[in-house]
């Protein structure tokens, strides 16, 4: 009998199989339904199985034995198992569906239109977005040209728009690390992580529970200047005999190097942690957060109380803080998933998540929660 947790999560994908029949797309019911039946094994979903492979022509009795008592390979795991004799060239398995919602997302930026939400949508309807996409998108299931780069898009999307925080950021600037590009040149950006992992946010989303994944990682920057992205040859060469082409990628180098010559430099104003210089402690006002200041005479000086100064800081204080408590409770949900899969269920429920209890003391709301 399959954890009673999964239960939910096997009802709704055994509700999109059960469509997916209904309007004749057999792979995706199948898919769906190999699903379910890991994650819950139950009566109901062993009936839909049947009817899938009815209508797909039928498979062995021992595989169909097999699947439907949740051991074996599944429909899915089937379809995907490469074929060892062919010879010819590689065929394009990816659907024109497929095909189409890879172009949709990666030619656009914005987040939410990547997400196909409003500008006001709300925290249910973000996570309800994400969720449709990235079971579309995951690479382990599109295996359309692009479907890598358009999970990362949505995953980067949803990581932004659904804290609270960020989506403010980046519904002001366009970003939602505005902070990180002033303060990468003072040191501020040893707060910041510049990887991020879409493949450990699917999995905590999820709990773990899709099938067939192989565990890949993927790395994309947040802030800094972008890693340049493979181009085809083709392109390549049309942009290197093209010397308007080279200068308009270089313009922004060369503003950056002006913007730094000509700028003064100056320290951090604070520091998350007593270190070096910083050792006079301060409290924001609002979120009671623990900072550190060289002198709080000089401090208190150049950044009154009530001051639209102090409160820049203090939000930025709060910002960079509330960030790095949400990586390291992002990292230990991620264990806790792990002791789940390894069947230590007491260890990871007896598991101690102090940073995202501290989210939730400190800033009212339980983000590990909200996220997973």
Not at 178 to 206: C, H, T
Request: hydrophobic residues 30%.
């Amino acid at each position: 009998m399959g954890d009673i947790a999964n239960k939910d999560e096997s009802d709704k994908c055994l509700q999109i199989a059960q469509a997916a029949l209904t309007a004749g797309n057999y792979d995706k019911a199948a898919r769906f339904a190999d699903k379910a039946m890991k994650l819950y094994p139950s009566d109901q979903v062993r009936l839909v199985l049947r009817q899938i492979r009815s209508k797909q022509g039928g498979s062995s009795a021992s595989s169909s034995a097999a699947t439907e008592n949740g051991h074996g390979p599944s429909l899915g795991s089937a379809r995907q198992r490469p074929a060892t004799r062919s010879t010819g060239p590689v065929e394009d398995k990816s659907t024109p569906e497929q095909r189409t919602l890879v172009r949709t997302i990666t030619k656009t930026k914005d987040y939410y239109e990547i997400l196909a939400i409003s500008r006001d949508a709300t925290d249910d309807d973000i996570k309800r977005a994400y969720r449709k996409l990235a079971l579309k998108l995951h690479p382990d299931k599109n295996v359309a040209k692009g479907a890598e780069e358009a999970f990362k898009a949505v995953s980067k999307a949803f990581s932004c728009l659904s804290d609270p925080q960020k989506r403010a950021a980046y519904d002001r600037h366009g970003d939602e690390d505005p902070v990180l590009a002033r303060q990468q040149n003072s040191g501020s950006a040893q707060y910041y992580s510049d990887q991020f992992d879409p493949e450990e946010i699917f999995n905590m989303f999820f709990n773990g529970g899709f099938p067939n994944t192989r565990g890949r990682v993927f790395r994309t920057h947040f802030g800094g200047m972008p890693r340049q992205q493979q181009r085809p040859a083709g392109a390549q060469a049309q942009q290197a005999s093209n010397p308007i082409l080279q200068l308009m990628h270089l313009l922004p180098v060369l503003l950056l190097l002006l913007f730094t010559f000509f700028s003064s430099p100056s320290d951090p104003v604070f520091s998350l942690d007593p270190t070096g210089d910083y050792r006079d402690a301060q409290t924001t006002r609002q979120f009671k957060v623990p900072y550190y200041v060289k002198n709080n005479a000089e401090f208190e000086k150049q950044h009154p109380h009530n001051s639209r100064e102090r409160h820049r800081v203090e939000q930025e204080v709060e910002f960079l803080y509330k960030d790095r408590l949400e990586k390291r409770c992002y990292a230990e949900r991620l264990n806790q998933q792990k002791l789940y899969r390894w069947g230590q269920k007491d260890r990871a429920k007896a598991m101690e998540l102090n940073n995202c209890d501290e989210i939730a003391q400190r800033f009212g709301y339980r983000y590990s929660q909200t996220v997973f």
